[in-house]
């Protein structure tokens, strides 16, 4: 099969695209193959050896898809060959870069019809990573304000609906020349990060969920009202130490699960959350890609077109 991959940790050029072993299926496995995949900040970080260093290379990294299931692992038996799904690869696997994915079938989902693979493939992680955290970890409620740090970004342009559709007031932060896309998902107060300070602007919210990270992470805790929850999934995997003792900071868990993924896919087909706007590139332009994502100023989703 193609994939794109990486032989050794370094800059994006170390990406490369070429032919790999298919997988094997396992036992409680499906083999997924397909059409598009997405890229996340993780990708790159992971290409940099940002985590801990990777030694079973070539490596495929890429953690969510949409396609059409062509084996079945022993014991699989709420699938069939030809149905089409989408998900977010096991944690610690990855391999979404690649025509063919193997994956436990419990945590896949079927595709819905009225969605684009593009569209699935975009929505997977960043759906699952704000529904875990504006629902499950922040319990967001109707009627509360929430600041979403970072809005132009892949996982806010979810939060930012998601929060919308619960019923809260959403304000959020990203340079003039996104305010009018944050506009069309219904961002109530969008805050210009370079002309405005958001602790002088913002006091007395419910809740955060930033997506920023560095001092962006720390300043946040100031506009919290007493008894306020902060939520960030951009400042490593353990909740960020707080500066006030009267406020709650939490690090989001985002494990894999089918019900959420279910919950995506219904949450989409009644339009209560779109899929972000999409910047597809050819799986072959992995590198080109990663520079773009890796400049931090990318506007939603990049998608990969696989096939
Ligand atoms: N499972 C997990 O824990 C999990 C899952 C997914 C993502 N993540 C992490 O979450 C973070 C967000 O990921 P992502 O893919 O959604 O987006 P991203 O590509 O990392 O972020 C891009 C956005 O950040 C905005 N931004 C940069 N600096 C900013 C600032 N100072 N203030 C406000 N906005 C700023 C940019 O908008 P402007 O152009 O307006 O600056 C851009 O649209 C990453 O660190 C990623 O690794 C974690």
Redesign the pocket.
């Given at each position: 099969m193609k994939a794109a991959f990486f032989r050794k940790h370094g800059g994006p050029e170390v990406m490369e695209y070429g032919d790999i072993a298919d997988p094997v299926v396992l036992p409680g496995q499906v083999i997924v193959d397909s059409p598009a995949a997405s890229g996340?900040?993780?990708d790159w970080?992971v290409r940099k050896g940002s985590y801990a260093p990777i030694t079973d290379l070539p490596y495929i990294p890429g953690r969510d898809f949409s396609g059409v299931i062509s084996a079945l692992g022993e014991g699989v038996t709420d699938f069939a060959i030809g149905d089409e799904v989408f998900g977010v690869c096991d944690v610690g696997q990855e391999q979404a870069y690649a025509e063919k994915i193997a994956i436990k079938a419990s945590i896949v989902a079927k595709k819905p019809k009225g969605l684009s693979h593009e569209e699935c493939a975009a929505l997977a992680?960043?759906g699952l990573?704000a529904l875990i955290s504006v629902e499950d970890t922040l319990q967001l409620k109707k009627g509360e304000t929430i600041l979403i740090?970072?809005g132009?970004?892949?996982?806010?342009s979810y939060a930012i609906q998601l929060a919308k559709y619960i019923g809260a007031r959403v304000i959020t932060?990203?340079?003039t020349e996104?305010h009018a896309y944050l506009r069309k998902l219904d961002a109530d107060h969008i805050i210009d990060?370079n002309a405005q300070d958001f602790t002088k602007v913002v006091s007395n919210c419910d809740a955060v969920f930033d997506?920023?990270?560095g001092d962006?992470t720390q300043r946040s805790f100031a506009v919290l009202r007493p008894g306020g929850r902060a939520a960030s999934?951009?400042a490593g995997q353990a909740a960020p130490v707080s500066p006030r003792a009267d406020v709650t900071s939490l690090r989001p868990k985002?494990g894999r699960d089918r019900p959420h993924l279910e919950r995506i896919a219904a949450l989409a087909l009644s339009g209560a959350v779109r899929p972000p706007e999409m910047t597809i590139y050819k799986l072959s332009d992995a590198a080109a890609a990663h520079k773009v994502?890796e400049g931090?100023?990318?506007?939603g989703k990049l998608v990969f077109k696989v096939r």
């Open positions: 996340n900040g993780a970080k992680l960043i990573t740090q970072g132009a970004g892949g996982v806010a932060t990203t340079r996104n990060y997506t920023v990270g962006v999934i951009a985002v994502s931090r100023h990318f506007r």
